[in-house]
């Protein structure tokens, strides 16, 4: 496992950016693959985006298609969900997954989590 620290979070305005990070301690990070994952109160977790180890292949939830980037820097241990065009459904915790199996990030069984950031955008 790794342990994940995510930060970037903040209050934008609908139609802004953020850049969210997730640094990862351990030498192995390069071959897990990464997720993002949100959560809105009130509502069960979902799924926001993945990649896998190599950073060749990326996923998305439709609602974040063509608005958010995921990719990563395997040389700096961390990963990055670019978001672009917020709205205010947007607002959530985003919660970085890692794990190195990459179905299990995808199904959001990732055995590693960080704690969160909170992301808040404003109509």
């Known amino acids: 496992q790794v342990q994940l620290v995510e930060s970037g979070g903040g209050l934008v305005q609908a139609g802004g950016s953020l850049r969210l990070s997730c640094a990862a301690s351990g030498r192995t990070f390069s071959s897990y693959a990464m997720g993002w994952f949100r959560q809105a109160p009130g509502k069960e977790r979902e799924f926001v985006a993945a990649?896998?180890?190599?950073?060749?292949?990326?996923y998305y939830a439709d609602s974040v298609k063509g608005r958010f980037t995921i990719s990563r820097d395997n040389a700096k241990n961390t990963a990055y969900l670019q978001m672009s065009a917020l709205k205010p459904e947007d607002t959530a915790v985003y919660s970085c997954a890692a794990d190195a199996a990459s179905h299990r990030v995808l199904n959001g069984e990732a055995g590693s989590w960080g704690q969160g950031t909170q992301v808040t955008v404003s109509s």
């Open positions: 990649i896998t180890w190599s950073g060749g292949r990326a």
